[in-house]
Nanobody, 128 residues
Framework: QVQLEESGGGLVQAGGSLRLSCTASGRTLNSYAMGWFRQAPGKEREFVAAINRSSTRTRYADSVKGRFTVSRDNAKDTVYLQMNSLKPEDTAVYYC?????????????????????WGQGTQVTVSS
């Protein structure tokens, strides 16, 4: 099991940017596919972005495509979510999640049920 900790959340005006970080401890992230999810008040948790273990594949929710970028630095055991052109509807708690994909270099997942390891979340609030 890998422990994950998100950081970088905060309050930003619409149109602004934030970069979230997700740092692992306990195990290296080299073999893990990573995902970002978010949950707004009163709503279900939803997929935001995912990246495979070697950074050769990424996937985005339609709502963030062209505005958000997921990346990773395996040497630092850290995954990032660069969020630009933020909108009030992006307000949510953002979670990173990990799944060991030692079996496949290309594997990544958009379904939260495929991720066994989760961080505690970081709040992102976008004001209008």
């Amino acid at each position: 099991q890998v422990q994950l900790e998100e950081s970088g959340g905060g309050l930003v005006q619409a149109g602004g940017s934030l970069r979230l970080s997700c740092t692992a401890s306990g195990r290296t992230l080299n073999s893990y596919a990573m995902g970002w999810f978010r949950q707004a008040p009163g709503k279900e948790r939803e997929f935001v972005a995912a990246i495979n273990r070697s950074s050769t594949r990424t996937r985005y929710a339609d709502s963030v495509k062209g505005r958000f970028t997921v990346s990773r630095d395996n040497a630092k055991d850290t995954v990032y979510l660069q969020m630009n052109s933020l909108k009030p509807e992006d307000t949510a708690v953002y979670y990173c999640a990990a799944r060991d994909t030692s079996y496949s270099a290309n594997a990544l997942y958009t379904d939260m049920n495929n991720y066994p390891d989760w961080g505690q979340g970081t709040q992102v609030t976008v004001s209008s």
